[in-house]
Nanobody, 121 residues
Framework: VQLQASGGGLVQAGGSLRLSCAAT????????AGWFRQAPGKEREFVAV????????NYADSVKGRFTISRDNAENTVSLQMNNMKPEDTAVYYC???????????????WGQGTQVTVSS
């Protein structure tokens, strides 16, 4: 499956962005989906996950209450709505899909190419 992330950009602190991830090659409904991010000089970290049937979602503590993950299996897309953004949210954001959720986090099998998100103070 190929994943294409979009929607990144520059936003002021307190603002909002919506990231989208479109899947091609295989249907997204077979996979759990999630978002990760990597800030400069830091390791890639988990952000959010949504299960195949959307019954389960989980978020990193740093984004709980501000970010919302959703999916549209008919459209083969996964989205991440980011509100009340902070400078520390600045990172390259990656969408991913996988077959396993372990410790409430996605174990990725396939990655998208990443989209830059920059939050100015």
């Amino acid at each position: 499956v190929q994943l294409q992330a979009s929607g990144g950009g520059l936003v002021q602190a307190g603002g909002s962005l919506r990231l989208s991830c479109a899947a091609t090659g295989r249907t997204l409904r077979s996979y759990h989906a999630g978002w990760f991010r990597q800030a400069p000089g830091k390791e890639r970290e988990f952000v959010a996950v949504i299960s195949v049937n959307t019954r389960m979602t989980n978020y990193a503590d740093s984004v709980k209450g501000r970010f919302t993950i959703s999916r549209d299996n008919a459209e083969n897309t996964v989205s991440l709505q980011m509100n009340n953004m902070k400078p520390e949210d600045t990172a390259v954001y990656y969408c991913a899909v996988g077959l396993t959720i372990a410790s409430s986090k996605l174990r990725p099998l396939y990655w998208g190419q990443g989209t830059q998100v920059t939050v100015s103070s």
